[in-house]
């Protein structure tokens, strides 16, 4: 009976604190049917895309965000506002919040992929997403996959945890250095914070966190590699079956992403050199 007793309170707070966790928010209907509301999100933080400054929310994916707010009041007279609910640390938590939630939509460099459509939905991408082999800075360059296994001999690889990137890597790994030693980060800034240790480490990562590490002059290296098979595209994600996503469908178009508007967006966040790394 005792027993029986504990299971069950373990149970009930268990379930407790499983509903404690799931964020929900108002849908995109409802809103639209009162004519002002609130987007309810969550974020990741990701250099130049997404980050706090002073209290306010700031990077490429706000700043697209506020021309979404504007194109809601001029196309729908809805007044639109953002509430940023939770910044999530550990991306694969981050991807899982938006999952298991309702009505919110998340931020951050969020690769699009077949698997992730599965239990996601998706807006159209808002930019494209270069990855990066960066090493430490003494590394020796390396211009072919192939030579991997020679001058990375005595490197480990660091990779984000659940990223479209651990992926890539272990098939790199198959092919051309079986025997490599990868360990396994929460965050891009984990990652950086390995790179510039002084150990020997090398990553696949994205352009973002290149972009984190060039702005803080880190001593690191890019090697010149090309890797455009592994260049994938970044979006806002919902919950799976959320109405949030029709609409924004209508707002992230071609013709957006060829806007002046857009353009400048990319220039102001993240520099003209890195704007024409990710055309």
């Avoid at 998706?122 to 991997?148: D, T």
């Avoid at 790179?195 to 090398?202: I, P």
């Avoid at 959320?242 to 071609?254: A, N, R, V, Y």
């Amino acid at each position: 009976m005792k027993l029986s007793t504990a299971l069950f309170n373990l149970i009930f707070i268990f379930l407790g604190i499983s509903a404690q966790a799931q964020i929900n928010g108002s849908s995109w209907s409802d809103i639209k049917g009162k004519g002002q509301g609130e987007l309810t999100c969550v974020y990741y933080q990701t250099p130049g895309l997404v980050f706090e400054e002073g209290g306010q929310m700031k990077g490429v994916c706000v700043d697209i965000m506020n021309e979404f707010q504007s194109f809601v009041k001029e196309k729908y007279n809805v007044n639109l506002e953002f509430d940023f609910k939770k910044k999530v640390p550990v991306f694969t938590d981050f991807i899982n919040t938006v999952k298991n939630g309702k009505n919110i939509m998340g931020v951050c460099n969020t690769s699009i992929t077949n698997e992730r459509k599965k239990y996601l939905a998706f807006s159209p991408a808002y930019m494209n997403n270069p990855s990066v082999l960066l090493s430490n800075g003494n590394a020796p360059a390396i211009k072919e996959l192939s030579e991997i296994s020679s001058n990375f001999s005595d490197y480990k690889a660091i990779i984000i945890k659940g990223s479209t990137h651990e992926k890539y890597l272990k098939e790199i790994s198959s092919e051309y250095y079986p025997d490599l030693d990868i360990e396994y980060a929460n965050s891009g800034s984990e990652v950086n914070a390995k790179l510039r240790s002084g150990e020997k480490y090398f990553t696949l990562i994205d352009f973002t966190e290149y972009f984190d590490a060039v702005r803080n002059r880190m001593d690191v290296t890019r090697h010149p590699i090309p890797l455009s098979e592994l260049e994938d595209q970044l979006g806002f994600i919902f919950p799976k079956g959320s109405d949030w996503e029709k609409i924004w469908g209508e707002f992230l178009t071609p013709a957006f992403k060829e806007s002046v508007t857009y353009k400048k967006i990319l220039a102001d966040n993240l520099g003209t050199s890195f704007v024409n790394l990710i055309r």
